[in-house]
């Protein structure tokens, strides 16, 4: 290892012990003012404005983004674009949380200024608690006096480390308050792999399903099973529930009299199966635990209707396996 990259991780480590640091102290010094700001945001009929500039403002977009998708309404303003016309998106009934390290930042005074004048109520963000934001606030979320990681104590990193976390436990607050589920984050992430992740196996499954009554010849269930291109067909009863799956494994066990053979003789009884509103990752799990492709889908678990059909490829191509 050289020395200077012994320098490099001996620098990285230094900034990283800073933050930490500095986000034990934040938590220690939660008080209820924590609470008040998520009671404001609880009550508000209308959306959370984060607003900031410069470095606070990069935090500011985050954190909306954040509450948004995590059941809270909200959205980002800046600042001097607010002074040009944006104004027009805070309105009554939503809140204002507005970021500055300082408490100074000159660009804020209009969105600051318009909270005041239309009694929207304003949750400020600072480190000074004798600062312009922190006086005019209704709620004052303080970060508590710390370094920042640069050595110099010029450059955000420490100050804008501790806001970040100070948003994501609002937004989580919020969240747990509102017993907000995955399938509602689902809902606000249907794209990705996040998205592929909670897709519900109804979301996949087919539902023409290939089936085959047990009396049937298996000349009829071969003609099932290569109509249908899952390599497999379902075996009902005469009440039509499943009862059982010819798959090749099957075919090749019976290939002696195969054609004599009725579907039920040949079938393998109780195939795995899995809910609609199961997860997608669950029934990749059962695949992959019982080394097979394809699941049968019934609801309700009583039931031994099928409902539809999972191929392993469903899953690969929504990017869940």
């Known amino acids: 290892m050289t020395s200077s990259t012994t320098d490099f991780l001996t620098t990285a480590r230094r900034v990283i012990t800073t933050e930490a640091a500095a986000l034990i102290v934040l938590a220690d010094g939660l008080d209820d003012s924590f609470a008040r700001a998520v009671a404001l945001i609880l009550a508000a009929k209308g959306r959370v404005v984060v607003s900031g500039m410069g470095k606070s403002g990069h935090i500011a977009r985050k954190i909306a983004s954040t509450l948004a998708s995590t059941g809270t309404p909200a959205q980002f303003v800046h600042p001097a674009e607010a002074s040009h016309g944006d104004l027009g998106m805070v309105t009554e009934g939503d809140v204002a949380l507005v970021l500055s390290n300082s408490g100074e930042t000159p660009e804020l005074a209009d969105i600051v200024a318009h909270t005041r004048r239309f009694g929207i109520p304003l949750i400020g963000v600072a480190s000074r608690a004798d600062s312009t934001l922190i006086k005019a606030c209704d709620v004052a979320l303080l970060l508590p006096a710390a370094p920042e990681a640069c050595g110099t104590g010029v450059v955000p990193t420490t100050s804008t480390t501790m806001t970040l976390a100070l948003g994501d436990a609002l937004a989580i607050a919020l969240m747990e308050h509102r017993a907000f589920t995955p399938e509602h984050f689902r809902l606000f992430h249907p794209g990705g792999k996040l998205g592929a992740k909670l897709l519900k196996v109804r979301d996949l499954m087919h539902t023409s399903v290939p089936l085959t009554p047990e009396a049937a010849p298996m000349s009829e269930a071969l003609l099932s099973i290569s109509r249908s291109g899952f390599g497999v067909t379902g075996i009902t009863d005469a009440g039509g529930d499943l009862t059982g799956i010819i798959t090749d494994g099957d075919l090749r066990r019976h290939m002696e009299g195969l054609l004599s053979l009725t579907a039920g003789q040949v079938m393998t009884r ?52």
Do not use: W, Y
């Open 270 to 321: 109780n195939p795995r199966s899995v809910a609609p509103d199961a997860l997608a990752e669950q029934a990749l799990a059962i695949m992959n635990d019982r080394k097979i492709t394809t699941l049968f889908v019934l609801d309700p678990p009583t039931s031994r209707k099928a409902l539809g059909i999972l191929h392993i490829h469903d899953l690969l191509r929504a990017g869940v396996a």
